[in-house]
């Protein structure tokens, strides 16, 4: 019971001294310009308003008010204290602001007088930013009246341009994998740390899935992470962290430093490499991916004791609806995507 009050002790405090703890940008409590970049996130957006948000934003796209989702989940978590956990509450807030919006209402009068509307909207944005939006996917030709099925894969494959999630699990569609909320968990090898991401456990060789587009920008062995890929947003602000793959031929072929990824492609197998000064030692016990999502809002959190590292499992979830669907290169006995997509420029 001492523990159970003390941390909810501890909640409240946070909640009630937020510009101790970096969770609005320094400049706006003080007026000084350097160092004008938020410190830190606590991301406990719930599977539930992440879905619901996204589908009154998919679902308003075209209409005469498209609610924004980023903007939806700002104002419930300034209106909750950033508290996901009461599902009435939560749906309370996102039908609220849907309905207001809807009215004609902006979001600048919505939010008025919401003291942490903005901290929110931008720290959100940095979480979520990538995820939905305009894009390109091919998808199968509806067979011909002749019937014919002699015609290769990609002739039977047309482009379609779409709107809505546009960001992929990390485990290929119809691989089995297993999970839970295992963020902050002790880890001990090396010296005692938290865990600061996601484990989702599977079967050696499940291909590992790009969760959004971006650019390789570290590829290679970590004795922590053993063969792991580091893929950075086009935007700068999120890094996806891909650990313990497969020993051996832990990547995708091609694959290297700078190689520019579409969100669905394979980038490389699950393993349980790592724990090792040594390179390509499985000394995991368990076969799984390390998966986490790293927050960047100025360089210097890129490394280091500054660095945000978000409780990613509600998002995992959510994005478990769009699944990377692949198939099996004889030749190289190597997986690859079967369905691609490309980005959407502004302005096309």
């Known amino acids: 019971m001492e523990l159970v009050l003390l941390a909810g002790l501890s909640v409240l405090y946070v909640h009630r001294n937020k510009e101790a703890f970096g969770l609005i940008p320094t400049a706006a409590k003080t007026g000084e310009q350097e160092e004008d970049f938020i410190k830190w996130v606590d991301f406990q957006v719930s599977v539930m308003a992440l879905g619901k948000a996204y589908e009154y934003d998919r679902d308003t796209y075209q209409e005469e008010v498209h609610l924004n989702w980023i903007e939806l989940l700002a104002y419930t978590a300034a209106k909750t204290g950033g508290d996901f956990s009461s599902e009435g509450q939560v749906n309370s807030?996102?039908?609220?602001?849907?309905r207001e919006l809807t009215a004609g209402k902006t979001i600048e009068e919505l939010t008025e007088g919401l003291d942490y509307y903005q901290y929110y909207l931008e720290a959100y944005t940095a979480v979520l930013g990538g995820m939905v939006g305009e894009?390109?996917?091919?998808?199968?030709?509806?067979?011909?009246?002749?019937?014919?099925?002699?015609?290769?894969?990609?002739?039977?494959?047309?482009?379609?341009?779409?709107?809505?999630?546009?960001?992929?699990?990390?485990?290929?569609?119809?691989?089995?994998?297993?999970?839970?909320?295992?963020?902050?968990?002790?880890?001990?090898?090396?010296?005692?740390?938290?865990?600061?991401?996601?484990?989702?456990?599977?079967?050696?060789?499940?291909?590992?899935?790009?969760?959004?587009?971006?650019?390789?920008?570290?590829?290679?062995?970590n004795q922590y992470g053993g063969w792991r890929i580091g893929i950075r947003s086009f935007d700068k602000k999120r890094y996806y962290y891909y650990a313990h793959l497969r020993q051996g031929f832990p990547y995708a072929l091609d694959l290297e430093e700078g190689s520019i990824v579409q969100a669905g492609d394979v980038i490389g197998y699950m393993g349980h490499t790592g724990y090792s000064v040594k390179e390509d030692v499985n000394n995991i016990d368990q076969t799984h991916l390390h998966f986490g999502i790293q927050l960047i809002f100025d360089e210097s959190q890129k490394e280091g004791a500054s660095e945000i590292w978000i409780d990613c499992y509600q998002i995992v979830k959510f994005l478990y609806r769009n699944r990377s669907e692949c198939v099996r290169d004889d030749a190289t006995k190597e997986w690859r995507r079967i369905y691609d997509m490309r980005e959407v420029q502004e302005g096309n």
Not at 93 to 98: G, P, Q, V
Not at 159 to 184: Q, T, V
Request: proline share 4%.
């Open 135 to 221: 894009y390109e996917i091919q998808t199968a030709r509806e067979p011909s009246s002749s019937g014919q099925q002699e015609a290769a894969l990609e002739e039977e494959l047309v482009w379609e341009k779409r709107y809505g999630l546009k960001a992929f699990l990390p485990i290929a569609k119809n691989f089995p994998y297993s999970d839970y909320d295992d963020f902050g968990v002790s880890r001990s090898y090396g010296y005692r740390r938290k865990h600061l991401g996601h484990d989702m456990m599977g079967q050696v060789g499940t291909p590992i899935i790009a969760v959004e587009s971006g650019y390789v920008e570290a590829l290679g062995w």
């Open 93 to 98: 807030c996102l039908e609220e602001a849907a």
